[in-house]
């Protein structure tokens, strides 16, 4: 167990790549980092022994999922979803608009919120910025992400114009929201679709709010690698060198190597996982099929 608040030391620059650490109450990360997915506070097909066995320092959940179940009661009954997962590893979780954008149905976006029906069993829910925040805190939650509108990377300037300040808007509020005494973290998300202008002004104005850590958001959704790498190239040098850069929902090895290189330090994604439960694995020859 680490005292203190959530902390990022860099150690080395290689080019446009670092190695650092990120110190949490929790443990030590050392960065870059890949994260596990726990989805649903746990990582499938796996107990917490596997995730230590594969020096894994960190995993992500999400909120989305986590509300709908177990939920926030069951979550707090056990003392948190640390002792709910029996895992004492530093957990990332993410706010949740990535996921009510791609499985929620009958969604709803205004200034206030999201409102949307689960899709597991149709009950109609509102999540705001403030009861994001509040839930991510209450289950003790050690790095907490900013709830964001995840739109169509595609779409119409005017329209991605929009939906980056609605996220701004959102993320202040987010932090207003944040309790800075309990012992956690909270990361802001860069949004802006394919448009370099607003991935960057986004990012600055980001750092006005001041965040513990930076995340570059709604990439990986089917735009290309090179694409990917345009956007974090451009984004990148307008976020602070002294705070983490986290890239959600990525990925590939491929893409992790080339985005490290860019000076990403954080990664999670569920194909690791999604893949090995459906005997494929990633190795330094290619991908392989052990039911080949």
């Known amino acids: 167990m680490y005292k203190g608040k959530f902390t990022f030391k860099k150690i080395k620059n290689f080019e446009k790549s670092r190695v650092g650490k990120i110190i949490t109450p929790k443990g030590i990360i050392d960065t870059p980092t890949f994260m596990p997915v726990g989805t649903i506070a746990n990582v499938k097909a796996m107990f917490p022994e596997n995730i230590l066995q594969t020096k894994s320092q960190v995993i992500l959940c ?159 959704v089917g735009e290309g690698q090179k694409e990917m790498l345009r956007i974090i190239n451009k984004t990148i040098p307008h976020l602070p060198d002294n705070k983490p850069k986290y890239l959600m929902g990525v990925g590939t090895p491929s893409d992790i190597i080339k985005s490290v290189a860019c000076g990403i330090d954080m990664f999670d994604c569920v194909l690791p996982t999604r893949l090995g439960r459906n005997g494929i694995a990633f190795t330094t020859s290619g991908i392989i099929n052990i039911r080949n």
Not at 119 to 126: A, E, P
Not at 178 to 197: L, M, R, T
Request: proline fraction near 3%; hydrophobic fraction near 35%.
């Open 62 to 220: 999400n909120t989305y999922h986590l509300m709908l179940r177990p939920g926030e009661r069951i979550l707090n009954k056990f003392g948190g979803v640390h002792k709910f997962m029996n895992c004492n590893l530093p957990i990332l979780t993410d706010s949740g608009g990535y996921q009510i954008w791609s499985l929620a149905k009958l969604k709803k976006i205004d200034e206030k919120g999201i409102k949307f029906r689960s899709h597991i069993d149709g009950k109609l829910l509102y999540l705001t910025p403030e009861k994001c925040i509040k839930f991510q805190q209450n289950i003790g939650s050690d790095i907490i992400m900013v709830l964001d509108e995840c739109p169509k990377y595609h779409i119409k300037k005017k329209e991605a114009k929009n939906s980056m300040e609605l996220t701004l808007r959102w993320a202040k509020r987010c932090k207003n929201s944040f309790n800075a005494k309990k012992n956690s973290a909270i990361f802001g998300i860069v949004q802006g679709g394919k448009y370099e202008d607003l991935r960057i002004k986004c990012a600055l104005k980001l750092q006005e709010i001041d965040f513990n850590g930076y995340a570059i958001g709604g990439l990986s």
